[in-house]
């Protein structure tokens, strides 16, 4: 959404959105960014370990997620999966 764009847009949630998920082998995600796929499907791009641990060191990879939009235009993941493919 274009409203991503806007610094005036966000405000803080009160609880994080992107946060560690074992199950998905997702730990101390961070530093993200936001991209639309070619079918106009936003994408948020970060970086995160796979396991628990592991420090913030060259094992950390980047992830994608995807991002939808509630009725209020408020940025939110689905369940994060270990892969996602971006049409």
Not at 57 to 84: N, S, Y
């Amino acid at each position: 959404s274009e409203m991503c764009i806007r610094d005036r847009s966000w405000t803080k949630a009160p609880e994080p959105i992107l946060k560690t998920t074992p199950p998905a082998g997702v730990y101390a995600p961070g530093h993200n960014g936001f991209f639309t796929g070619k079918d106009g499907s936003t994408w948020m791009v970060y970086h995160a370990n796979t396991a628990a641990e592991m420090g913030c060191t060259g094992k950390r990879a980047p992830h994608i997620q995807r991002v939808t939009f509630d009725a209020r235009g408020v940025p939110t993941l689905p369940k994060l999966e270990r892969e996602a493919v971006v049409p």
